[in-house]
């Protein structure tokens, strides 16, 4: 899985190959197959109010960012992130929050996160700045950032 998000009281978590969006019933674990995307998911996540997903098509090209139908699994692009990103990385969207948070660490970038805003509506982002170290996932918690690094 490639992320987690949260809608309406339901936590949905997205796949990393094959585009597919998951529900995933909190008390055990388990997840049913909601929908398969047009896209596969580097990052998932969720404001308050839908689900997202980022992807890279391929290197040298910016990452996408998608709006994903919690009920169907379709994905609908929403535009580029504006963020031309080379050979590999750890990358994470936040959860639980208005506001849409996307973290992108490259490997060769001394393993310091690059904290942006993403749009939810043209998907761009906006650098709000390096974070000092490896942010891999976020969740909003009581109005507070919380991040786990690897």
Do not use: C
């Given at each position: 899985?490639s992320?987690f998000?949260?809608?309406?009281?339901?936590?949905?978590?997205?796949?990393?190959?094959?585009?597919a969006?998951?529900?995933?019933?909190?008390?055990?674990?388990?997840?049913?197959p909601?929908?398969?995307?047009?896209a596969?998911?580097?990052?998932f996540?969720?404001?308050?109010?839908?689900l997202?997903?980022?992807?890279?098509?391929?290197?040298?090209?910016?990452?996408?960012?998608?709006?994903?139908?919690?009920?169907?699994?379709?994905?609908?692009l929403?535009?580029?992130?504006?963020?031309?990103?080379?050979?590999?990385?750890?990358t994470g969207?936040?959860?639980g929050?208005?506001?849409?948070?996307?973290?992108?660490?490259?490997l060769?970038g001394?393993?310091?996160s690059?904290?942006y805003?993403l749009n939810?509506t043209?998907?761009?982002?906006?650098?709000?700045?390096?974070?000092?170290?490896?942010?891999?996932?976020?969740?909003?918690?009581?109005?507070?950032?919380?991040r786990?690094?690897?």
């Open positions: 899985m992320g998000g949260e809608v309406g009281g339901k936590l949905y978590a997205g796949a990393e190959s094959g585009g969006t998951y529900s995933v019933n909190p008390a055990n674990g388990s997840d049913t909601v929908g398969v995307g047009s596969t998911y580097d990052a996540g969720s404001t308050t109010t839908g997202f997903g980022v992807s890279l098509p391929s290197i040298g090209n910016p990452f996408l960012t998608y709006s994903v139908n919690p009920a169907s699994g379709a994905a609908t929403l535009g580029s992130t504006g963020q031309m990103i080379g050979n590999g990385g750890v969207i936040s959860s929050s208005s506001t849409l948070y996307w973290t992108w660490t490259p060769s001394g393993g310091n690059i904290l805003s939810p043209t998907g761009f982002a906006t650098a709000i700045g390096n974070t000092g170290g490896l942010i891999g996932a976020m969740v909003f918690v009581n109005g507070t950032l919380v786990r690094g690897h």
